[in-house]
């Protein structure tokens, strides 16, 4: 693989990887679930599909760039919630990060590749 995508993909942890790519299939199980009802299989057309499949593949490193944008706000303040304002808070940001995926991880992969070049 080229170094520059290395440098890029390969900058955040496994763990992160994988923990927030598990979140991010909720929303295109969500919607292949609405589309299909009483459908056949594969009803979304495929360019709908290779965007569900490009924002589910990037919503990680977009949430990186959220988090971080959100840590740096925030710092190290602790922030009391109800529950249910909270949840509903995170299911939001979820979806924002999910559904503009490809646009703001396009600045999480700039920001990883000239950070992993410390």
Same mark, same amino acid.
């Given at each position: 693989?080229?170094?520059?995508?290395?440098?890029?993909?390969?900058?955040?942890?496994?763990?992160?990887?994988v923990r927030?790519?598990?979140?991010s299939l909720?929303?295109?199980?969500?919607?292949?679930?609405?589309?299909?009802? =009483?459908?056949?299989? #594969?009803?979304? %057309?495929?360019? +709908?599909?290779?965007?569900?499949? /490009?924002? @589910?593949? $990037?919503?990680?490193?977009?949430?990186?760039?959220?988090?971080?944008?959100?840590?740096?706000?925030? =710092?190290?303040?602790? #922030?009391?919630? %109800?529950?249910? +304002?909270?949840?509903?808070?995170? /299911?939001? @940001?979820? $979806?924002?990060?999910?559904?503009f995926a490809?646009?703001?991880?396009?600045?999480?992969?700039?920001?990883?590749?000239?950070?992993?070049?410390?």
């Amino acid at each position: 693989m080229h170094p520059v995508l290395v440098r890029s993909f390969g900058s955040l942890p496994p763990r992160y990887y994988v923990r927030q790519f598990l979140f991010s299939l909720f929303f295109p199980g969500f919607l292949l679930l609405a589309s299909t009802h =009483g459908k056949g299989l #594969l009803s979304l %057309p495929l360019h +709908l599909q290779v965007i569900i499949a /490009l924002n @589910t593949l $990037l919503y990680p490193y977009s949430r990186f760039v959220y988090e971080s944008v959100i840590g740096y706000i925030v =710092g190290d303040t602790v #922030l009391v919630f %109800p529950a249910i +304002l909270y949840g509903t808070a995170k /299911l939001f @940001t979820m $979806l924002f990060c999910w559904a503009f995926a490809i646009y703001v991880a396009s600045i999480g992969l700039i920001w990883l590749y000239f950070r992993s070049d410390r």
